[in-house]
């Protein structure tokens, strides 16, 4: 399991980007319904978290193999 490396917040939001743009990834989806679209970063302080844009989900993790892909 890839460990992910110390990242600014700034620097896990440009990662997660790069993440839900990629074509051959699995995308970051809604626990409540994996129809919803695509989480979307969000800066909480000095976190980062997850969001639905269509219901009320947050995610307040980010998975270590997203933060340590080279995409």
Same mark, same amino acid.
């Given at each position: 399991? /890839?460990?992910?490396? =110390? $990242?600014? +917040?700034? #620097? =896990?939001?440009?990662?997660? #980007?790069?993440?839900?743009?990629?074509?051959? +990834? @699995? @995308? $970051?989806?809604? !626990?409540? %319904?994996?129809? @919803? !679209? %695509? $989480?979307?970063? =969000? =800066?909480? !302080?000095?976190?980062?978290?997850?969001?639905? /844009?269509?219901? %009320?989900? +947050? #995610?307040?993790?980010? /998975? %270590?193999? +997203? $933060?340590?892909?080279?995409?």
């Amino acid at each position: 399991m /890839p460990v992910a490396p =110390k $990242l600014t +917040v700034d #620097q =896990k939001i440009k990662k997660i #980007q790069k993440w839900q743009s990629c074509t051959w +990834v @699995h @995308h $970051l989806t809604c !626990g409540k %319904d994996s129809n @919803h !679209g %695509d $989480l979307t970063p =969000k =800066k909480e !302080g000095d976190k980062v978290v997850l969001c639905c /844009p269509d219901c %009320d989900y +947050v #995610q307040n993790s980010v /998975p %270590d193999v +997203v $933060l340590a892909s080279t995409l």
